[in-house]
């Protein structure tokens, strides 16, 4: 038991720190959304399957279009749920590649447009594939300042675009399943032993998106930093469990439309705070599940705000 406390104190007190100086995604990490900087051995394969559940204030039609009012244009959505499948193999040691899509459904998407003083909303519950993501990732040094890796990838846009709105007007690619336009990811991670039970992980990748149709979703940035202890004495004993704690901070670039220009309804940061646990069945079957908790929600013009998130992760490695 002092052991266990001792882990959480750690844990805490690690994401607390790197929360106060951040106020202004891997295969073996210790967290939820902060990519490792470890790679899959040569031959391994690794299966994963992922639900991402994000609770967003509560707005209705009417309050909606009062916001509208004020700033032209509003949307709003009740909740979303994104279901994400994904096979990782080691090409060698230091040599990962990965593929993954999914399927995206929010519930009760609201858009409130005002023109003249006079403001209207539509409808809809968008729902569909999400577009394909390839991954690589190269560890380039290993030792014992710890785990250096540079990850790359490429989004196809295989997702659904075609979603309308109750009065017949098309979604925006920002809130379509899939974007219809290409992306490409660049990024680092490292992790490294603090202990023989502690590890860290952190992490930055960039989109940058294309333009598709006159429209181009802004670029996005995703900022992480996870501590983890586990909790088991052995590594080799099982069920082993693990805690963990992540902050994560997302930056998101404003959308542009060839016709109107940059809207400024979108785009800010959001900051994070994951507690997470971890437990592992046997050497080959794996959950994670992590509720995050935005702390900081600086975003640009009127924009909803989330609530909280829940991630579940079942993970598969042979």
């Given at each position: 038991?002092?052991?266990?406390?001792?882990?959480?104190?750690?844990?805490?007190?690690?994401?607390?720190?790197?929360?106060?100086?951040?106020?202004?995604?891997?295969?073996?990490?210790?967290?939820?959304?902060?990519?490792?900087?470890?790679?899959?051995?040569?031959?391994?394969?690794?299966?994963?399957?992922?639900?991402?559940?994000?609770?967003?204030?509560?707005?209705?039609?009417?309050?909606?279009?009062?916001?509208?009012?004020?700033?032209?244009?509003?949307?709003?959505?009740?909740?979303?749920?994104?279901?994400?499948?994904?096979?990782?193999?080691?090409?060698?040691?230091?040599?990962?590649?990965?593929?993954?899509?999914?399927?995206?459904?929010?519930?009760?998407?609201?858009?409130?447009?005002?023109?003249?003083?006079?403001?209207?909303?539509?409808?809809a519950d968008p729902s569909g594939v999400t577009d394909t993501a390839l991954g690589l990732k190269y560890r380039f040094h290993r030792g014992y300042a710890g785990n250096f890796a540079a990850i790359g990838g490429v989004i196809f846009p295989t997702g659904r675009d075609d979603i309308r709105l109750s009065n017949g007007e098309l979604l925006e690619p920002s809130s379509q399943p899939g974007t219809g336009a290409f992306a490409y990811q660049l990024g680092l991670a490292w992790s490294?032993?603090?202990?023989?039970?502690?590890?860290?992980?952190?992490?930055?990748?960039?989109?940058?998106?294309?333009?598709?149709?006159?429209?181009?979703?802004?670029?996005?940035?995703?900022?992480?930093?996870?501590?983890?202890?586990?909790?088991?004495?052995?590594?080799?004993?099982?069920?082993?469990?693990?805690?963990?704690?992540?902050?994560?901070?997302?930056?998101?670039?404003?959308?542009?439309?060839?016709?109107?220009?940059?809207?400024?309804?979108?785009?800010?940061?959001?900051?994070?705070?994951?507690?997470?646990?971890?437990?592992?069945?046997?050497?080959?079957?794996?959950?994670?599940?992590?509720?995050?908790?935005?702390?900081?929600?600086?975003?640009?013009?009127?924009?909803?705000?989330?609530?909280?998130?829940?991630?579940?992760?079942?993970?598969?490695?042979?």
């Amino acid at each position: 038991m002092r052991f266990v406390s001792v882990c959480f104190i750690i844990v805490i007190f690690s994401c607390a720190r790197l929360a106060r100086a951040n106020h202004g995604p891997g295969t073996s990490g210790g967290g939820s959304a902060t990519a490792s900087g470890e790679t899959l051995k040569a031959g391994q394969f690794e299966l994963s399957l992922r639900e991402d559940y994000t609770n967003f204030e509560n707005i209705d039609a009417a309050h909606a279009e009062r916001i509208a009012l004020k700033s032209g244009e509003f949307d709003a959505l009740q909740e979303s749920y994104v279901t994400t499948g994904a096979v990782a193999y080691g090409v060698t040691d230091d040599f990962q590649i990965s593929l993954q899509g999914g399927h995206y459904k929010g519930n009760n998407f609201i858009d409130a447009e005002a023109a003249d003083g006079v403001a209207e909303s539509s409808t809809a519950d968008p729902s569909g594939v999400t577009d394909t993501a390839l991954g690589l990732k190269y560890r380039f040094h290993r030792g014992y300042a710890g785990n250096f890796a540079a990850i790359g990838g490429v989004i196809f846009p295989t997702g659904r675009d075609d979603i309308r709105l109750s009065n017949g007007e098309l979604l925006e690619p920002s809130s379509q399943p899939g974007t219809g336009a290409f992306a490409y990811q660049l990024g680092l991670a490292w992790s490294r032993f603090l202990t023989s039970r502690i590890t860290t992980d952190v992490s930055g990748i960039y989109t940058i998106r294309t333009e598709h149709d006159g429209f181009k979703v802004g670029d996005r940035m995703d900022l992480g930093v996870a501590v983890a202890c586990r909790l088991t004495e052995s590594i080799k004993k099982f069920p082993n469990f693990s805690l963990f704690a992540e902050v994560n901070a997302v930056w998101l670039g404003k959308d542009h439309d060839a016709d109107t220009g940059l809207n400024p309804n979108s785009g800010g940061w959001t900051v994070y705070i994951t507690p997470g646990a971890r437990i592992r069945f046997d050497p080959h079957w794996s959950l994670t599940v992590a509720p995050s908790f935005p702390m900081v929600q600086e975003l640009e013009g009127e924009q909803i705000e989330s609530r909280f998130k829940l991630a579940a992760t079942l993970s598969y490695a042979f």
